[in-house]
């Protein structure tokens, strides 16, 4: 049972509502230009090809994936803000179809805070790391006047078994397991705006594992051509994400895209977090949006999310298995149009 503490958490933070992630254009000119020396064979997945996480081959059935995630509040109670900084950190190995091991924690906390608010931080980090299945192994802290928490995670996963970002083909149909507009919901309630029962369900999808998602389509095998999770780019962003690294184009159905309740009222509201612009500013240049979107649906379509659901080109014919299944609600919502030959080419059209 969570503690009640005297503070706001979301007061703290500098970017509450959002993962306060460096925008995917700045990113990637961070990493551009660094060319390691020496790299291993067994590192599979690292620099040369960016992905949710790195995977290194330890054996012809073994591979190791390493990954790291945290962020600042986006919700007050703490035991909940660990549930849902966890259980995004842990989504890294799912999107790479991994299984998770072990993990260790995280933390920048102020001195001033209460200690008895972290280990209801770090309770909260710890059982979602039970529910996939791994064990927290350590740790590292460090004082700081912003809290944050997060995970770094290690999976373990079958190297002809990995889900990468790259790989859509054209023709594939696109798919995601978990409703968008968390940054909206969170900013709402940090503004004092939220609905308790559109928080609720935000919390319950911010705290579901994206365990189950992963396995359905690992068992799909090659049917699955290109995975990844849904986090602080935005739907947009990390689609241009897979575009690029597919070298294709992608076409997405406004209408078919799965919401949380109520998100359209908070980007009406003017519940817009931060890093909604800087999503744009990334990626804006390579997307067609229809006329009839208009500014707050625009607003969902950046809006940076936390913890969010698995997205996914697969084959067309693995959308009948993939939809009658009840244990994840995967959504089509869209498909790979044109193979192009430069990046430049590469277009999301929202229609």
């Given at each position: 049972m969570s503690i009640q503490q005297p503070v706001r958490l979301t007061e703290l933070a500098s970017c509450a509502g959002c993962a306060a992630k460096i925008g995917a254009d700045m990113l990637a000119q961070v990493v551009k230009p660094l060319r390691q020396r020496v790299v291993p064979e067994q590192l599979l997945i690292g620099l040369g090809a960016i992905d949710d996480a790195a995977v290194y081959q330890v054996s012809e059935q073994q591979a190791v994936i390493s990954t790291a995630d945290f962020f600042p509040p986006v919700v007050d109670d703490p035991y909940t803000f660990g549930a849902i900084a966890a259980t995004n950190a842990l989504s890294d190995v799912y999107a790479m179809g991994g299984q998770v091991l072990m993990a260790i924690n995280l933390v920048a906390w102020p001195e001033s805070l209460d200690t008895s608010i972290l280990s209801e931080v770090l309770r909260g980090g710890m059982e979602a790391v039970e529910r996939a299945g791994g064990a927290i192994a350590g740790g590292h802290s460090i004082s700081d006047e912003e809290p944050k928490y997060g995970l770094a995670v290690t999976g373990i996963v079958h190297p002809k078994r990995i889900l990468t970002k790259g790989g859509a083909r054209t023709g594939d149909i696109l798919v995601l397991s978990k409703p968008l507009g968390t940054g909206l919901i969170t900013t709402a309630q940090k503004r004092g705006l939220v609905r308790e029962v559109d928080m609720?369900?935000?919390?319950?999808?911010?705290?579901?594992?994206?365990?189950?998602?992963s396995e359905l389509l690992v068992e799909a095998g090659p049917a699955v051509h290109a995975t990844t999770d849904i986090t602080g780019f935005s739907l947009v962003g990390h689609a241009w994400e897979m575009a690029t690294q597919s070298k294709t184009c992608m076409r997405f159905?406004?209408?078919?895209?799965p919401l949380l309740p109520n998100v359209r009222h908070y980007a009406e509201a003017g519940c817009t977090p931060g890093g909604t612009a800087r999503n744009l500013r990334s990626v804006g240049s390579h997307v067609r949006i229809s006329e009839h979107i208009d500014q707050y649906a625009q607003a969902i379509l950046f809006d940076p999310q936390t913890s969010g659901g698995l997205f996914a080109a697969i084959d067309p014919a693995l959308w009948e298995t993939l939809s009658q299944q009840s244990e994840v609600p995967f959504r089509r919502i869209g498909e790979v149009t044109d193979l192009v030959s430069d990046l430049e080419q590469v277009i999301l059209s929202i229609e």
């Open positions: 609720a369900a935000a919390v319950t999808s911010m705290t579901t594992l994206n365990k189950r998602a159905d406004y209408a078919a895209l």
